[in-house]
C-alpha cells in the first residue's frame, strides 16, 4: 500500500457523502471565518474614530499677553479639534454635564478646556506668576478600556501643538529680547567708553586736584605758623599798647601845665632875647668903636708920616716901617689884645642874641603848639587805651584765629589725603572703565542678534528641539496589517486543530496492513497536509484580494503560508495521533502558549521569563516574525533559516505519527475500549 493510496482513501471516505463534503468545506473555512473575519473587523479601527461621541467643555477665558494682543488658545485648540474630526465631538456648556454623559456611557471621554488655559499659556512671560495650562480629560474603563489609550495619545499630539505654537511665540519674545539686550549692550558699550574718557579726564583732575591740596595743605600750614606768631605778635602789641596807654596817660598827666609853662617860659625867652639883643648891640658898638679907633690912629699915623715925608721928614721907607710896626705893635698890645677879645665876646653875644632870639621864637611857637599837643597828648592816651583793648581782642581773635587755622590745616591734610587717595582711585577707575567699556563691547559681540527670519527659525526650533524623523525599514500600512502576521498564523493553526474533530490522524485500515509504519504515518498526514494547503490558499487570497492586505512578496508569503501549514499540520496530526484525544487538549495548550509567547502584539520579550523558553521552542513565534518580513517588506535573509525550522517542525510530528503508528498496530483493550474519546 502506497502512501498515496493511503491518503487518498482518507480523503475518498471523507467526501463520500453531502455532508461530508460540507465538513470538508467548513473546515477549509475556519481559518478564513477566524483570520480574515477577524482583520475585516479590526482592519482600521482609528479611522473610525469619528463615530465616537466626545464631549468638549471650553470654558477658557482667554488673556492677554505682554505684547498686549488677545488670545484665545481654548476656543483655536476646540476648533482645530472639530475640524480635526478624529472624534465626533459634542460641545458641552459645563463639567457637572460632560463627566455625567461619560459615567452614564452617552460619551466616551470628555476633554474639558479650563477657564484660565490661555492666561497660564502666557503666564512664562512672567517669572512671578508661571504656571501650567491643563487638559482635563474624563475616561470611563467601563465605556472601553483600549480607549484610554487612544485619548492619552489624542492629548498628547494635543498638548504637544499647543506647547510647540505657545513655545514658538515665547522663544520668538526671548529672541527679541535678545535682539534688544545687544542693542542695549551695544548702546552700554559706547556709554561706557564715554565713561571710560570722563573718568580718564577725572583722573587727570584728580591728579591736579591731588597737587592743589597739596599746596593748600602746605599753605594751611604756614597759615598755621603765621597765625601763631600773629598770636604772639597780638599778645606783645597787647602788652606794649598797654604800656604806651599806661606812659600816655602819665605824659598826659605831666603835660598838663603845659601850655601855661610853655607861655611863660615863651615870655621869659622874649625877654631874655630882648636882654641880649641890648645887650649885642652896646656890644657890637663899643667893639665897631674900638675898631675904629683903631682905624682913626692908623689913619693918623699915616696921615702924620704923609706929612712927615712932605715935609720931608721922613722917607717912605721910614713911613712904610712906621706903619708896619704899627701894625706889628696894635697885634700885641693890650689894647689889640683887649679888642680881639671884644671881637670875639661879641660875635659870642651875636650868637647869643641870636639863640636867645631863636629860643624866644620858639618858646613862642612852643607856647601856642602846647595846647594842640596836649590835646594831640590826651587823643594819644585815648587811642593808646583803645589800641591796648583792641590789641587784647586781636589776641583773643588770634587764638581763635589759630585754633581755626589749626583745624584748618588738619582739614587741609585730610582733604590732601583724600585727594591723593581720590586720585589713585581715579587710576584703578580709568582702567577699570577702560576694561569695562572692552568688555561690554565683547558681550554685545556675544548676545545673539537675531533677525526676523532667524528669529522665526529659531523659534520653531527652540519650541520643539527635539524632532523625531522616522525612517521606517518596514511599515504595516494599517492597523489591520500590523496584526495581520499574528492573526494568519493564528487562524492557521486554529483551522488545522478544527480538522482532527473529523479527521482520523491514522486510518484503521492502514493500521491492519503490512505497510511500514513512515507510510502509514506520512498517508495518515497528508490529508491533513492537503485541507491545510487548500485553507493557508484560501485565507490569503481573501486577505490579499478583498481586504488589501497588499504584502511586498505576495507569491513568497503565500508559500510561507504552505510552509507554515505544512508544519502545523505534522505537529498536529503527529500530537494526536501519538495521544489520541488527550492529544486535542495538548494541541489547545500548545496555542495558549503560543498566543501569549509569539509576541503577536506586544514583543515577546515583554512577557514573563518562563514564556521566553515557548517562544524559543514553538513554530508559531518563527511564523510570525517571517510573515511581517514579508508582508511589510523586510530583510528577508532570515526567511531560509525559518523555513529549515519548519521542515524540522514537520519531521519532529511526522516522527511522533510514525511512532504512533508502530504503537498503535498492537491492540489492547484500550484499543477497543479507549478511557475517553473526544
Not at 295 to 321: C, F, P
Not at 325 to 351: E, F, M, N
Not at 360 to 370: F, I, V, Y
Not at 539 to 545: D, Q
Request: aromatic fraction near 4%.
Amino acid at each position: 500500500m502506497t502512501v498515496l493510496r493511503l491518503a487518498r482513501s482518507e480523503l475518498k471516505r471523507m467526501t463520500a457523502g453531502l455532508m461530508p463534503k460540507l465538513t470538508i468545506l467548513a473546515l477549509t473555512m475556519v481559518p478564513l471565518l477566524y483570520g480574515a473575519v477577524y482583520l475585516y473587523a479590526n482592519w482600521d479601527p482609528y479611522g473610525n474614530l469619528d463615530n465616537l461621541d466626545a464631549a468638549l467643555v471650553v470654558e477658557d477665558a482667554g488673556a492677554t499677553t505682554s505684547e498686549g494682543t488677545r488670545l484665545e488658545a481654548g476656543a483655536k485648540v476646540a476648533e482645530s479639534l472639530v475640524d480635526g474630526n478624529v472624534f465626533h465631538w459634542i460641545p458641552v456648556a459645563t463639567t457637572q454635564e460632560a463627566d455625567q454623559g461619560v459615567s452614564s456611557g452617552d460619551y466616551a471621554f470628555a476633554l474639558k478646556i479650563p477657564e484660565d488655559f490661555s492666561a497660564n499659556l502666557v503666564s512664562p512671560g512672567s517669572f512671578d506668576s508661571a504656571s501650567q495650562a491643563m487638559l482635563n480629560v474624563t475616561t470611563n474603563d467601563a465605556n472601553n478600556y483600549l480607549l484610554s489609550t487612544i485619548v492619552d495619545k489624542l492629548t498628547t499630539a494635543v498638548h504637544s501643538t499647543v506647547a510647540t505654537e505657545v513655545g514658538e511665540e515665547t522663544a520668538n519674545q526671548l529672541l527679541t529680547g535678545f535682539g534688544t539686550i545687544h542693542s542695549q549692550m551695544v548702546k552700554a558699550a559706547d556709554g561706557a567708553g564715554h565713561l571710560a574718557d570722563g573718568v580718564a579726564d577725572l583722573r587727570d583732575g584728580a591728579a591736579t586736584l591731588h597737587d592743589g591740596t597739596s599746596a593748600l595743605s602746605s599753605g594751611a600750614g604756614e597759615l598755621y605758623a603765621g597765625q601763631v606768631k600773629l598770636r604772639d605778635g597780638a599778645s606783645q602789641l597787647t602788652d606794649g599798647a598797654g604800656q604806651l596807654s599806661s606812659g600816655l596817660s602819665t605824659l598826659k598827666e605831666k603835660t598838663a601845665t603845659l601850655p601855661t609853662d610853655s607861655q611863660t617860659l615863651a615870655a621869659g625867652a622874649a625877654q631874655v632875647a630882648a636882654g641880649n639883643a641890648q645887650l649885642n648891640a652896646k656890644v657890637q658898638d663899643v667893639a665897631a668903636q674900638v675898631d675904629a679907633a683903631d682905624q682913626g690912629l692908623r689913619a693918623r699915623v699915616v696921615e702924620s708920616n704923609s706929612r712927615l715925608m712932605a715935609e720931608g721928614i721922613l722917607t717912605q721907607e721910614q713911613a712904610d716901617r712906621i706903619v708896619a710896626d704899627l701894625d706889628a705893635a696894635a697885634g700885641s698890645s693890650p689894647v689889640a689884645a683887649a679888642r680881639t677879645k671884644i671881637q670875639a665876646d661879641a660875635a659870642q653875644i651875636q650868637q647869643l642874641a641870636a639863640g636867645a632870639e631863636a629860643v624866644s621864637t620858639g618858646a613862642a611857637q612852643l607856647a601856642a603848639g602846647t595846647p594842640a599837643l596836649r590835646d594831640a597828648v590826651s587823643q594819644a592816651s585815648s587811642g593808646a587805651d583803645q589800641l591796648h583793648t583792641g590789641a587784647a581782642a586781636l589776641a583773643t581773635g588770634g587764638q581763635a584765629a589759630l585754633d581755626g587755622a589749626g583745624r584748618l590745616a588738619e582739614g587741609a591734610r585730610q582733604v590732601d589725603d583724600g585727594a591723593a587717595r581720590l586720585s589713585d582711585g581715579t587710576v584703578t577707575a580709568a582702567d577699570g572703565s577702560r576694561t569695562l567699556a572692552d568688555e561690554i563691547g565683547k558681550g554685545a559681540g556675544q548676545v545673539p542678534n537675531p533677525d526676523d527670519a532667524q528669529k522665526s527659525n529659531l523659534s520653531r526650533v527652540m519650541a520643539d528641539p527635539v524632532a523625531v524623523s522616522n525612517v521606517s525599514q518596514a511599515k504595516a500600512e494599517s492597523y489591520g496589517a500590523g496584526l495581520a502576521p499574528f492573526f494568519l498564523t493564528l487562524a492557521l493553526w486554529i483551522g488545522i486543530f478544527m480538522l482532527v474533530q473529523a479527521m482520523r490522524p491514522i486510518t484503521q485500515r492502514a493500521l491492519a496492513s503490512n505497510a511500514p509504519s513512515w507510510k502509514i504515518a506520512v498517508g495518515g498526514w497528508l490529508p491533513f497536509l492537503a485541507v491545510s494547503v487548500v485553507q493557508a490558499s484560501l485565507l490569503t487570497l481573501v486577505v490579499n484580494l478583498a481586504l488589501g492586505l497588499n504584502p511586498a512578496h505576495p507569491v513568497l508569503m503565500w508559500l510561507f503560508m504552505l510552509a507554515a501549514a505544512t508544519a502545523f499540520s505534522a505537529i498536529i496530526q503527529g500530537v494526536v495521533a501519538l495521544l489520541g484525544s488527550p492529544g486535542k487538549l495538548v494541541v489547545l495548550i500548545l496555542l495558549v502558549l503560543q498566543l501569549v509567547s509569539s509576541g503577536g502584539t506586544f514583543p515577546w520579550q515583554t512577557t514573563p521569563q518562563p514564556l521566553h523558553a515557548a517562544h524559543e521552542i514553538l513554530p508559531m513565534g518563527y511564523v510570525v516574525t517571517g510573515m511581517r518580513h514579508l508582508i511589510y517588506g523586510a530583510d528577508l535573509s532570515m526567511i531560509a533559516p525559518t523555513v529549515l525550522g519548519l521542515a524540522g517542525y514537520t519531521a519532529l510530528g511526522l516522527a511522533m505519527s510514525t511512532l504512533a503508528v508502530r504503537r498503535n498496530k498492537y491492540w489492547t483493550l484500550k484499543t477497543l475500549k479507549p478511557e475517553i474519546a473526544v
